[in-house]
């Protein structure tokens, strides 16, 4: 089961010109109905996914200022400036280090320095979880600590990768 079913949270997605690039990623099976349910799934070929798309649908959830969490590809290039553009807007901003990557290994850790001066909060994916739900005592708490022991070598592989940048 997929996070944002669990603790019921939007999720919005973007491909980077789809036609030319192919899908970011087929295994999230953003468009069937087996896969992540999205709020929004927008074709782009901005580097940033604040395009209006994403904009109108994340509106459409009462167009407050909200909590967001940004993972993604190109860590430099469409997460930096996805981030910073959400936080121009008022929102405040998780990136999890654990859920960028760059074709550059050494982009992610400029780009999360940079990040983390201008506002956004970097954190692990894992240390995101245990806050949002804040009680081991909610309903969802068992779904979640589910998928974190599924995923705990994968996550730890991704923040070793990441210490030795």
């Given at each position: ?37 999205t709020k929004a799934h927008a074709d782009k070929s901005a580097f940033s996914m604040w395009i209006p798309d994403v904009q109108s649908a994340f509106k459409s959830l009462g167009g407050e200022k ?100």
């Open positions: 089961m997929c996070l944002g079913k669990i603790l019921n949270i939007p999720v919005f997605a973007t491909t980077q010109q789809r036609a030319k690039l192919g899908e970011t990623c087929s295994e999230l099976g953003l468009d069937s109905s087996d896969g992540i349910a909200r909590e967001v969490v940004v993972v993604g590809i190109e860590s430099h290039i469409c997460v930096t400036q996805t981030t910073l553009d959400l936080l121009r807007e008022g929102h405040k901003v998780y990136v999890l280090a654990d859920g960028v990557s760059s074709c550059n290994k050494e982009e992610v850790p400029i780009a999360l320095a940079r990040l983390r001066a201008e506002g956004a909060v970097v954190t692990t994916s894992e240390s995101w979880l245990y806050e949002c739900m804040g009680d081991a005592g909610i309903p969802e708490f068992r779904g979640i600590a589910g998928l974190v022991k599924e995923f705990k070598s994968s996550t730890k592989e991704g923040l070793q990768a990441l210490a030795k940048i």
